[in-house]
């Protein structure tokens, strides 16, 4: 300890001396001879490191060390992720972005920020969007979301310039549904075993009359909103979806295909709209 106190004293003391040589030409040669301040600390670096060797890079390293341990940055394609599994993170480097809750601001929120993200780092490259949800309500029908979470998602789908390819793997009710049908035509996949269903949104609306009959007209007004968007997806009349989503309709995959909500079935990773690089480094 007192070695350690020492060494560090030594570093101090030769940091500040050597800023008085800061600005002498046969010393050294900074990385960045433009910025003054960088060029000090480069300066009082080296010799520092000129002068304690060995001793000076086990105190960085010592520095480095936090409770419970050292913290080492990992990187893969030169990406730096954190402890693993990581798999946001290394997800969205393959530009994935997976849905896998009910829509609620929270899910939004991050799902919009994955998509603009996406959008400025290539506007060319396909995104790929995962969806296992049951839409702005529990499997059990509680309402938990606002069909504005889906409108504001499928809105930024059609507004960044790559093309969203969406797959269906497990769930995708109501909302969900209709971001399905929002994927680039000819992208829209389903995994085999997937459920999809269309429905209406609910009300659970309380209160006072008035109050009452104001939500029942926003609720109609998303209704209609809801069924415009997934008519335009399955190219379908207006009326025939709004008569669909009037009361429960469960769709296999294949009668999601025979109804224009999806393209197609896959049945195996050959058949992936996008493969990750990281499926590669599996094989």
């Known amino acids: 300890m007192v070695q350690f106190k020492t060494a560090a004293v030594g570093v101090l003391v030769a940091l500040f001396a050597s800023l008085g040589e800061a600005f002498s030409p046969s010393y050294a040669k900074p990385t960045n001879p433009s910025n003054p301040a960088a060029r000090k600390v480069e300066l009082a670096r080296a010799k520092v490191e000129n002068i304690f060797g060995n001793e000076y890079t086990s105190m960085v390293d010592s520095m480095k060390m936090v409770s419970g341990g050292a913290q080492a940055e990992e ?33 939004t929120e991050l799902i919009i920020a994955e998509l603009l993200y996406l959008n400025y780092e290539s506007t060319s490259d396909p995104i790929t969007m995962y969806i296992n949800s049951s839409g702005t309500t529990t499997a059990q029908g509680q309402q938990v979301g606002f069909e504005t979470e889906a409108f504001a998602i499928a809105d930024v789908m059609k507004y960044v ?44 609306s309380q209160g006072q009359a008035s ?23 399955c190219q379908k009349p207006l009326d025939v979806v709004t008569k669909d989503c009037q009361r429960v309709k469960y769709l296999q995959p294949h009668e999601a295909v025979e109804y224009g909500l999806i393209d197609r079935v896959l049945q195996s990773d050959s058949s992936l709209p996008v493969k990750p690089s990281f499926i590669e480094q599996l094989n």
Do not use: W
């Open 75 to 107: 990187y893969y394609e030169g990406v730096r992720i954190g402890p693993p599994p990581d798999l946001p993170s290394l997800l969205l480097h393959n530009r994935i972005v997976y849905i896998g809750m009910p829509l609620v601001p929270a899910v």
């Open 161 to 204: 310039r790559p093309p969203v390819h969406t797959v269906a793997i497990g769930q995708a009710f109501g909302a969900a549904a209709m971001l399905l049908s929002q994927g680039k035509r000819g992208k829209r996949s389903s995994l085999p075993n997937a459920t999809i269903m269309l429905n209406q949104p609910k009300s659970q």
């Open 211 to 233: 109050d009452i009959a104001i939500k029942a007209r926003e609720v109609v007004n998303n209704r209609k909103t809801m069924c415009q968007l997934i008519a335009s997806g």
